[in-house]
């Protein structure tokens, strides 16, 4: 069949590219980065190897599950540096050894917020080895249109009849948080006893399947929960708060709601792989990034913000707006931290997810 | 060096880059796949060799439900293409006159020089609540709310046989076109009926084409990843995604494995079932296109 000799053909191609490539960059060194979409803006990778000209940025997007699995299959090779969540450091290590200590005193710590710094090494400290340090922070919450649905707030309310059939939800860790917390729990402290989160987690599947009948999709990825945002489909929903600073920019109504229970915020890292083979150019890029005006370029670019102190000053315009919008300062210290997933747990949550989406009974 | 010899180190030359494509791309992965799938995690970094993995499977309806699903739809979208696509071909074939007969190709093909993510995007587009046909609906005033489109399985059986309609059609055209016009019109000279010359004397002939368009369809629908997800609803799971969970989101490679395997073995039994019922073999279908 021709279809399948064309993929063979291609394949092939694709096969010599890749052998051919490393022989033509002998002279340069390669940093190459595992990180989200928008981690890696073009201008910054720009002004980087100019500064280093000896130094080429080579860029993988991915996500958290897919930056442990493509570590997991190679042992911790392929990748100079990666950017998985402060949670999935602890946890990814001890099963399956991907990760190496870092050497902190190549780093300019002086310049972090200390909260989040001494968070993440916390976190990620490992027989009294760091593991990672701090890049950029953000929250998972809610947003609403002001207009459509004014007293949106908190996880309970997706689950109200009046917005039937006009909220959105991702099915993932975060929702099964997020629900735990508003029936009044706290699925971080039972990570001690498995058997008391399963618990939980089994009130908050009967719940969730309760409330698929509410729930008019479960959104995949940022740009299709813009679309059914801005489209006013749906009128609230579970988000990442840079998707919902974005929208505020198109659409002033649509605003990120910490929910009442505290928003769950996370803090992508910068770790290094097992195997990686330029840790000077790692440090490099780390120390590189952390600069004032290439946080603002990452901000801007990410809508995170950045570990850096003052990290809220270095947002641009808009997003600052958007920001100011939607936290108050005691929403900031009722921030809930995510807490390491201990062995075991991911397995745990992965079912209750199934059984939510196979449950028909919505 | 005898001509022997040439002879066949040209055939083992020539058929080295098969044998090597078969060889690591296929059989290594899929031992490196089985010996997954027959270990058992005990702890971290701890395992056990045990058909564990297939006990899971069977204890949990949840997976088998998804899989029989997975199955049944796979089984409504190859009808549902056969239906479709035997018009066409047999247009293709028998009707229209030469150039007709590439443009018409060429409509059927050029779908896919599209990728399946876009056209999936095009469907999202055209279905959705604010989409085209929700719109267009209310502005010539058949409906007077928005309606949803999206999100369900219909969705997904529409976006699926719109992806896979090509792979039926070529094989049936191609051996309908072998078929003498003779035939058909000796059944009719024999006084059958348009539908009694369809029924004893066009689809026995072009049952090697049908089953082989069927096959190719079922296996391809069953495997398929992207449609199903993007266009499916809340309640809708697909087979392949539940694979993808299990590897990525709950880093169980073991049990993604062992899905895997499933995977396979339910679709070579249908494929085995649908051609003893028809009374084809591997060799007179699939092979011979």
Redesign the interface.
């Known amino acids: 069949m021709t279809y399948g000799k064309m993929t063979a053909l291609m394949a092939s191609a694709a096969f010599l590219g890749a052998v051919a490539l490393p022989g033509a960059a002998v002279q340069a060194e390669t940093l190459r980065l595992l990180t989200w979409g928008s981690y890696a803006p073009e201008e910054v990778i720009q002004k980087f190897e100019e500064k280093y000209p000896d130094i080429d940025v080579e860029v993988t997007f991915s996500n958290n599950e897919e930056m442990i699995a493509k570590l997991r299959a190679t042992g911790g090779a392929g990748f100079d540096l990666a950017q998985p969540s402060h949670d999935r450091i602890y946890a990814a290590q001890l099963e399956y050894n991907i990760y190496k200590p870092m050497d902190l005193s190549k780093i300019d710590t002086s310049i972090y917020e200390e909260k989040l710094l001494d968070g993440v090494k916390a976190n990620t400290t490992i027989d009294g080895e760091v593991y990672s340090v701090p890049h950029q922070w953000g929250t998972s919450g809610l947003m609403a249109d002001k207009t459509k649905a004014p007293d949106f707030k908190g996880w309970g309310d997706l689950c109200d009849p009046q917005y039937k059939g006009r909220t959105s939800m991702r099915l993932k860790r975060t929702i099964l948080l997020g629900t735990a917390f508003a029936m009044g729990e706290d699925p971080f402290a039972a990570y001690a006893d498995l058997d008391k989160y399963q618990a939980i987690l089994d009130k908050v599947v009967d719940k969730l399947i309760e409330c698929k009948d509410n729930v008019k999709a479960y959104w995949k990825g940022g740009d299709d929960l813009s679309a059914l945002m801005l489209s006013g489909e749906i009128v609230a929903s579970e988000t990442w708060d840079s998707t919902a600073f974005r929208l505020y920019s198109q659409n002033p109504n649509i605003v990120f709601v910490p929910p009442a229970t505290g928003a769950l915020a996370w803090i992508d890292t910068f770790t290094l792989p097992r195997k990686g083979e330029a840790d000077d150019a790692a440090y490099k890029w780390i120390n590189f990034v952390m600069q004032p005006e290439i946080v603002e370029l990452m901000s801007a670019s990410s809508g995170g913000t950045s570990a850096r102190k003052g990290g809220r000053d270095l947002l641009p315009a808009d997003k600052k707006a958007a920001v100011n919008a939607a936290f108050t300062d005691e929403d900031i210290a009722n921030l809930q931290f995510f807490a390491n997933i201990p062995p075991g747990v991911e397995d745990m949550e992965g079912k209750a997810l199934e059984k939510i989406k196979a449950a028909t009974g919505g | 060096m005898s001509q022997r010899d040439i002879k066949r180190l040209t055939l083992f030359l020539l058929f080295a ?1 098969f044998a090597l ?1 078969i060889l690591l ?1 296929i059989v290594l992965p899929h031992i490196g796949m089985g010996y997954l799938a027959l270990r058992e995690k005990i ?3 701890q395992y056990e060799f045990g058909f564990g993995n297939f006990v899971e499977f069977a204890m949990e309806p ?1 997976y088998w ?2 899989l029989l699903r997975t199955g049944s739809m796979s089984l409504l979208v190859t009808a549902l293409a056969l239906i479709v696509g035997f018009p066409i071909a047999y247009y293709i074939a028998k009707i229209a006159n030469y150039r007709t007969r590439g443009a018409m190709f060429l409509l059927c093909l050029i779908p896919l020089w599209v990728s399946d993510l876009i056209r999936a995007f095009g469907w ?1 587009l055209l279905l ?3 989409g085209v046909i929700s719109s267009s609906l209310q502005a010539i005033g058949l409906i007077d709310a928005p309606v ?1 489109l ?2 369900n399985d219909v969705t997904v059986v529409i976006g699926l046989v719109y992806t896979v309609m090509l792979f039926m059609i070529v094989p049936l055209v191609s051996t309908l076109d072998g078929m003498d016009n003779s035939m058909i019109e000796a059944g009719y000279n024999l006084g059958g009926s348009g539908l009694t010359v369809l029924r004893r004397i066009i689809i026995p002939y072009a049952m090697p084409g049908i089953v082989s368009g069927c096959i190719i369809v079922f296996m391809l629908t069953a495997g398929s990843y992207l449609t199903p ?2 266009l499916g ?3 809708s ?1 697909w087979f392949t995604e ?1 694979i993808y ?8 490679w073991e049990a993604g494995a062992t899905f895997g395997f499933l995977l396979l073995a339910f679709t070579s039994l249908v494929v085995w079932l649908g051609l003893k019922l028809s009374r084809q073999t591997l060799a007179g279908t699939v092979a011979r ?1």
Not at chain 2, 245 to 252: A, D, G, S, V
């Open positions: 880059p494509w791309l702890g971290p970094r949840i439900n998804t999202i959705r609540e604010t949803e999206l999100y997800i993007l609803g809340k309640n799971s539940m969970e299990q590897f990525i989101t709950r880093y169980n296109s």
